[in-house]
Nanobody
Framework: VQLQASGGGLVQAGGSLRLSCAAS???????????WGWYRQAPGKQRELVAH???????NYGDSVKGRSTISRDNAKKTVYLQMNSLKPEDTAVYYC??????????????WGQGTQVTVSS
């Protein structure tokens, strides 16, 4: 199972970006998608939560992006999205997706994507 994040880039302050992250693997391996999350890590800082969505669709957001970002998921496509608006230079970071995935039985394993760079210029 792999998570592939995309959608990062360079944007001016006040602009918007939409990040995507898709889970892939053989059809027989992924039996259920659990939670999805987006985290970010800026140089010299700890990784922090950006947004999280449960399998039932409940969401929560980090204080720094609350009101400016929306997380959503497409279960059929095994994909999560993060719409970020009113971007600020302090949003500059590498953004990582995270997912809880079941590959059979009752266990759920946490997977991480490779990260996508978001740079916001002032």
């Amino acid at each position: 199972v792999q998570l592939q994040a995309s959608g990062g880039g360079l944007v001016q302050a006040g602009g918007s970006l939409r990040l995507s992250c898709a889970a892939s693997g053989s059809a027989s391996r992924i039996t259920a998608m659990g939670w999805w999350g987006w985290y970010r890590q800026a140089p010299g800082k700890q990784r922090e939560l950006v947004a999280h969505i449960t399998s039932g669709g409940s969401t929560n957001y980090g204080d720094s992006v609350k009101g400016r970002s929306t997380i959503s998921r497409d279960n059929a496509k095994k994909t999560v999205y993060l719409q970020m608006n009113s971007l600020k230079p302090e949003d500059t970071a590498v953004y990582y997706c995270n997912a809880g995935i079941s590959t059979g039985g009752s266990s759920v394993v946490s997977y991480w994507g490779q990260g996508t760079q978001v740079t916001v210029s002032s």
